[in-house]
């Protein structure tokens, strides 16, 4: 071969040897695996069984069943209280002193009073006794007998005015002592000694704390489901997740115009004093309570034809159809009647975003031996849909 063919082949046989070993590298070179998604516990749901309740929901306040407003019944200077808030009193437990002013006087000159005409009434039942014997003996006549007859009446009437009298100016030097109208806990201390009150000024707020009442309100087009004794569960704000029952006492007959909502008054048990007046409570009324499958509202995906959920198995994301039973709207809790069993874990808020097939890791919270059952904020690094 010349010098001339050799430097022709050269250049095609170092082409070939190339693209031979470019593609044997693509075809033998193994496939990069895919990297697991890190997700938390805040974004997974346990399936579990649980009541499930649904009813109204609701939010009002609660107030003490009973309580009254002690006011002054008087005018006159605070002399000295009695009482603080917060303490517990008697039924007519005296809480203030009011000055009586005038008062002393006219009780003691209404109870001379009634001294001097029950003396009268006697002078006149004697005189009528003496009356009627010297009439029966013919020493008088009719005249003087009617006469003193009318001296009794008179003395009688004079009598009963007095007592009036007496029982007024007793009850008004009664009112400089004010008590407690019953058994209870001093909600509300409005006066000090050396005040000035008058008539109606409000002195003290006593209330009983053995039980509350619950005045809320609820939508007009849920009022068949409202009946008076069905039960309440409710939260307040400053305890937590701690719930709270009672039952339903009143339920208004009337609808407010403007709201279109309906008042109902709830009864509650405050045997240990948890609640006080004033707070703010959300709740639901238990219209009816099963059992079920039950996963946060967080958790379905709805906006197929087939509701679905993303279901970690096997370390990686999987998409099932589910059937959905009975809500609970205040909880955002939904029933799982077909899909899935107790104790499958479900991806739930932004972990949704996950494409199934994709494998996941799963970070248990510091401290946590077990994953959570309650939806949170969203885990980071995920990408949401």
């Given at each position: 071969?010349?010098?001339?063919?050799?430097?022709?082949?050269?250049?095609?046989?170092?082409?070939?040897?190339?693209?031979?070993?470019?593609?044997?590298?693509?075809?033998?070179?193994?496939?990069?695996?895919?990297?697991?998604?890190?997700?938390?516990?805040?974004?997974?749901?346990?399936?579990?069984?649980?009541?499930?309740?649904?009813?109204?929901?609701?939010?009002?306040?609660?107030?003490?069943?009973?309580?009254?407003?002690?006011?002054?019944?008087?005018?006159?200077?605070?002399?000295?209280?009695?009482?603080?808030?917060?303490?517990?009193?008697?039924?007519?437990?005296?809480?203030?002193?009011?000055?009586?002013?005038g008062s002393d006087d006219s009780y003691l000159s209404a109870r001379s009073g009634v001294t001097a005409a029950e003396n009268s009434l006697s002078?006149?039942?004697?005189?009528?006794?003496?009356?009627?014997?010297?009439?029966?003996?013919?020493?008088?006549?009719?005249?003087?007998?009617?006469?003193?007859?009318?001296?009794v009446t008179n003395s009688r009437a004079v009598l009963a005015d007095a007592r009036a009298r007496l029982a007024s100016a007793g009850k008004q030097l009664g009112n400089a002592t004010v008590r407690a109208p019953f058994a209870g806990v001093i909600g509300q201390k409005s006066v000090s000694a050396g005040d000035v009150v008058q008539p109606g000024t409000l002195l003290y707020?006593?209330?009983?704390?053995?039980?509350?009442?619950?005045?809320a309100a609820i939508p007009v087009e849920q009022l068949t489901d409202v009946r008076v004794g069905l039960p309440v569960r409710f939260s307040v704000s400053g305890y937590g997740d701690r719930e709270f029952l009672g039952r339903v006492t009143r339920v208004s007959p009337v609808v407010d115009p403007v709201t279109r909502q309906v008042q109902i008054v709830a009864s509650i048990p405050n045997t240990g004093r948890a609640l006080v007046g004033g707070l703010q409570a959300t709740g639901r009324l238990a219209t009816s309570t099963r059992n079920g499958l039950v996963a946060?509202?967080?958790?379905?995906?709805?906006?197929?034809?087939?509701?679905?959920?993303?279901?970690?198995?096997?370390?990686?994301?999987?998409?099932?159809?589910?059937?959905?039973?009975?809500?609970?709207?205040?909880?955002?809790?939904v029933e799982l009647t077909a899909g899935v069993q107790a104790g499958d874990t479900l991806l739930m808020g932004a972990a949704r975003g996950i494409t199934p097939g994709t494998p996941v890791r799963i970070v248990p919270a510091l401290g946590d031996t077990a994953l959570r059952s309650a939806p949170a904020a969203p885990a980071t690094g995920v990408n949401p849909r």
């Open positions: 071969m010349s010098a001339q063919s050799f430097r022709a082949i050269v250049p095609i046989v170092l082409a070939a040897a190339v693209l031979l070993s470019c593609g044997g590298g693509a075809d033998d070179a193994p496939a990069p695996e895919a990297q697991p998604v890190t997700v938390g516990p805040e974004n997974l749901v346990i399936v579990a069984a649980r009541p499930l309740t649904s009813g109204p929901a609701f939010s009002g306040s609660l107030r003490h069943e009973r309580e009254a407003s002690v006011r002054a019944q008087m005018a006159g200077s605070v002399l000295q209280t009695y009482a603080d808030q917060g303490q517990s009193v008697a039924a007519g437990t005296v809480l203030a002193r009011i000055e009586a002013g002078i006149a039942n004697r005189e009528l006794e003496r009356a009627r014997r010297l009439h029966e003996a013919g020493a008088i006549a009719e005249r003087e007998l009617e006469m003193a007859r009318a001296a707020t006593v209330v009983d704390p053995g039980s509350m009442r619950l005045e946060p509202d967080a958790a379905i995906d709805e906006r197929g034809s087939t509701p679905t959920v993303l279901r970690v198995k096997r370390g990686a994301v999987e998409r099932v159809s589910v059937t959905l039973g009975a809500r609970d709207e205040a909880g955002e809790l």
